[in-house]
């Protein structure tokens, strides 16, 4: 159980163009969904939290224009990076998570974006 | 601060050996959530283990155990006759009480060399 999947896995895009990767849980409701960056060979960094129906909550830094997330449904968030640029060529990784008691989160496979 | 510590970025170690990877945390809360992950080269985080702040037994799941010392805010886990397969990178996180946030440490790059 608690699978979280993530489409696409890699996007190569031209520079000014927009991308959109999608988090599904598969086999429970999120109450909440993450998305975290990562690049290589660091930890990961908390860009912005959505609950269902809500706005999301961005971390300091991280510019929420140009980084759309909706949270549409308790099983599908989006992460939209709107007019990429090469400087945001990273790993992008979502997590849902189940509100029981533990809190645990489970992450999908990642998306690798490249903008040429 | 750091709320997550993990001293060692990278080790490497033959196949067989036992390794330990050291996770200190920092939190004032008394409810709180702490979790080790492991990321293969393939990217996909894997949940590992989470233990709660009341909890302090040591666990132990086929080759993978872990020691939780809140005295010394530790959470520590030892991989027994490591394998090449477990090579990867592992994150140990924390979760307070006060939120849903995770805090990650920077993570230890485990490399078992055949």
């Known amino acids: 159980g608690a699978v979280v999947s993530q489409h696409p896995s890699w996007v190569i895009c031209k520079s000014g163009t927009s991308v959109k990767i999608e988090c599904r849980s598969l086999d429970f409701q999120a109450t909440t969904m993450f998305w975290y960056r990562q690049f290589p060979k660091q930890s990961l960094m908390l860009m912005a939290t959505?609950?269902?129906?809500?706005?999301?909550?961005?971390e300091q830094g991280v510019e929420k224009d140009k980084f759309l997330i909706n949270h549409a449904s308790l099983t599908l968030s989006t992460l939209t990076v709107t007019s990429a640029h090469p400087e945001d060529s990273s790993f992008y990784i979502c997590?849902?998570?189940?509100?029981?008691?533990?809190?645990?989160?489970?992450f999908g496979p990642g998306t690798r974006l490249t903008v040429l | 601060a750091q709320k997550v510590t993990q001293a060692q970025t990278e080790i490497s170690v033959v196949e067989k050996e036992d390794v330990t990877l050291d996770c200190v945390y920092e939190?004032?809360?008394?409810?709180?959530?702490l979790f080790w992950y492991k990321q293969p080269p393939s990217g996909e985080l894997v949940f590992l283990i989470r233990?709660?702040?009341?909890?302090?037994q040591n666990e132990i799941s086929g080759r993978y155990s872990w020691n939780f010392q809140k005295s010394t805010s530790s959470f520590n886990f030892t991989i027994t006759a490591s394998q090449v397969v477990d090579s990867a990178v592992y994150f140990c996180a924390l979760s307070e009480g006060t939120g849903n946030q995770f805090y990650f440490g920077t993570g230890t790059s485990l490399t078992v060399i055949p």
């Open positions: 233990r709660n702040s009341f909890d302090e």
């Open positions: 997590s849902a998570q189940y509100r029981d008691l533990t809190d645990t989160q489970y």
């Open positions: 959505s609950n269902e129906g809500s706005k999301a909550t961005y």
């Open positions: 939190t004032r809360d008394t409810t709180y959530y």
